[in-house]
C-alpha cells in the first residue's frame, strides 16, 4: 500500500511536481498560493460549557460550511471553573467529545497560545476570564469571549481597556443576538424601534452577579434591537421571576423579563414604526459562529465595546435597583463605580 504523505509534504510536492510537468503555468504562482495558503488555528479556553463542543462540530466535523473554509479548532486548554458544579461535572465529557475531532489537550494557556492563531476564551465560569483574556490580548491573538465576558463589570471594562492599550480586537456576545428575527430588526424590517420586550430564562448562579449566569441571553436579545442610550432601570424580582425596565435617552422603554420557573425559551417582540415583530425561535450556535469566523477574518468586532459595556452596566443595576428595594438606578452611576 502507497504510504500517504502529510498534508504540508504533500502539498509541496503537488505544486512542485504540476509546476514542473506545465500543468499549472501560466497560473502555477496563483494556483500555489491557494493550495499552501496557513491553516487558520483556534484554540478554546474552557470546557465546561456546551458551546465548546457545538463549535468544535461545526468547525471539525465531516461536512463544516464553506464559510468556515481555512479555519479549524486544533487545541483546547480544558480549564473550567473549581467550584461550579454544572461546570464541574461536565469537564470530562466534553473533553473526551473534543478529542475525538482532533482536537489536542494542552496543560496552560501559553501552550495553547504557542500553538493557535484565534482564541474561543469559553470557559463556563466569568470569574477567570480577566486573567485568562489578558494572556491572550499580551500575546497579541485576536479574541472571543463568551458569555458572560467577565464574573463583573470591573472586569469587564478592564478587558477592553488593556484591548485597547494592546490593540487586539476581542468580541462578546450571547448567540441570542444572531437569531434571524432580530437581525430583521436590525436591518430595518419594522422600521425604526419604538421599544421591545426580550425574555430569556434567568437561572442564578450564587458566584456571580444575578443576570450575568443566564439572563445576559434576553438582554442581549433587547439591546441588539433598541440598540445603545440606556439611562436607567428598575427591578422587580422575586423568586421565580425578574423584570427589568429601562428607560432610553430618547424616551423609549425596553424591558427584560427572566424566568425560573415553566419553558425554557427565548424570545421576546420589537415594536416598530412599520408593525411589530416577535422575536425567536432560537435556533442554534451557526449564527453565532459564523459571526466569529468573520470576525477572526477582519479584526473588527459586530459588537462594539461600548454596546458590550452598556449591557453588562444594566445588568450590574438591575442588581443594583434589587438591593435597593426596586429604586430607579442610573447607568452612569454605575459604570463610574465599576471604572473606579
Not at 437569531?179 to 424601534?193: H, L, N, W
Request: proline share 4%.
Amino acid at each position: 500500500m502507497r504510504k500517504q504523505l502529510p498534508r504540508r509534504e504533500f502539498i509541496r510536492y503537488a505544486t512542485t511536481t504540476a509546476t514542473g510537468l506545465g500543468l499549472i503555468a501560466p497560473f502555477s504562482n496563483v494556483f500555489a498560493s491557494r493550495i499552501t495558503d496557513p491553516l487558520k488555528r483556534i484554540g478554546i479556553i474552557g470546557l465546561d460549557t456546551s458551546h465548546s463542543v457545538a463549535f468544535a462540530k461545526a468547525l471539525n466535523g465531516p461536512n463544516p460550511s464553506p464559510n468556515y473554509t481555512g479555519f479549524t479548532i486544533t487545541a483546547a486548554y480544558p480549564r473550567g471553573s473549581a467550584d461550579i458544579e454544572s461546570s464541574v461535572k461536565r469537564l470530562a465529557g466534553y473533553t473526551e467529545d473534543v478529542k475525538k475531532l482532533g482536537i489536542d489537550i494542552v496543560d496552560s494557556v501559553d501552550e495553547l497560545l504557542n500553538r493557535c492563531d484565534f482564541i474561543l476564551l469559553e470557559t463556563n465560569d466569568g470569574r477567570p476570564h480577566l486573567e485568562q483574556a489578558l494572556q491572550v490580548i499580551k500575546a497579541g491573538k485576536t479574541l472571543f469571549i463568551d458569555k458572560p465576558i467577565a464574573g463583573s463589570l470591573s472586569d469587564a471594562i478592564a478587558i477592553y481597556e488593556a484591548a485597547a492599550k494592546y490593540k487586539v480586537p476581542v468580541f462578546s456576545s450571547s448567540s441570542l443576538r444572531y437569531m434571524e428575527t432580530v437581525q430583521d430588526v436590525i436591518k430595518g424590517k419594522i422600521g425604526k424601534v419604538l421599544g421591545a420586550d426580550a425574555f430569556s430564562p434567568a437561572t442564578l448562579e450564587k458566584t456571580h452577579p444575578d443576570l450575568f449566569w443566564y439572563g445576559i441571553h434576553g438582554v442581549e436579545i433587547l439591546f441588539a434591537v433598541m440598540g445603545k442610550g440606556c439611562k436607567e432601570v428598575v427591578r422587580v424580582s422575586s423568586a421565580n421571576t425578574d423584570i427589568v425596565v429601562g428607560s432610553w435617552q430618547d424616551g423609549r422603554t425596553g424591558t427584560f423579563r427572566g424566568t425560573r420557573t415553566g419553558t425554557h425559551d427565548y424570545g421576546g417582540t420589537a415594536y416598530g414604526e412599520k408593525g411589530n415583530l416577535v422575536l425567536g425561535p432560537f435556533k442554534g450556535y451557526d449564527n453565532l459562529l459564523d459571526q466569529i469566523i468573520s470576525f477572526f477574518r477582519s479584526g473588527v468586532p459586530p459588537v462594539s465595546a461600548e454596546e458590550t459595556l452598556e449591557i453588562y452596566t444594566f445588568m450590574e443595576a438591575a442588581d443594583e435597583s434589587k438591593r435597593n428595594g426596586g429604586k430607579a438606578v442610573q447607568l452612569v452611576e454605575v459604570y463610574k463605580k465599576a471604572k473606579r
